[in-house]
Nanobody, 125 residues
Framework: QVQLVESGGGLVQPGGSLRLSCAAS????????MGWYRQAPGKPRELIAS???????NYADSVKGRFTISRDNAKDTVYLQMNSMKPEDTAVYYC???????????????????WGQGTQVTVSS
């Protein structure tokens, strides 16, 4: 299995910046797409940014121009740089990775849609 560990969440004031990191570990053969989701209380989880293995990115309209997703393939890590933050950015942020993994016993390959456990981001004065 593949594990995703998130870090960088916390409290930030409006207009401030925060940088999230998500490191993947485990039986990784190749990581395909990676992305960041967020979920506010009482609202559905939404995809806010994604990045392919080749570096192509996509953003939700709500974060375009403010957030930047990037990845370091050598470190199996994806980042989310959040600038000009607003109170409505307050949510639990989840990392996601589409991973081609390898079974430790059989050596067979399989796809593993992995999720981090979430990190709280709060934007408030």
């Amino acid at each position: 299995q593949v594990q995703l560990v998130e870090s960088g969440g916390g409290l930030v004031q409006p207009g401030g910046s925060l940088r999230l990191s998500c490191a993947a570990s485990g039986n990784i053969f190749r990581i395909n797409a990676m992305g960041w989701y967020r979920q506010a209380p009482g609202k559905p989880r939404e995809l806010i940014a994604s990045i392919t293995s080749g570096g192509s990115t996509n953003y939700a309209d709500s974060v375009k121009g403010r957030f930047t997703i990037s990845r370091d393939n050598a470190k199996d890590t994806v980042y989310l740089q959040m600038n000009s933050m607003k109170p409505e950015d307050t949510a639990v942020y989840y990392c996601n990775a589409d991973v081609k993994s390898v079974d430790s016993y059989s050596g067979s390959y399989y796809l593993d849609d992995s999720w981090g456990q979430g990190t709280q981001v709060t934007v408030s004065s």
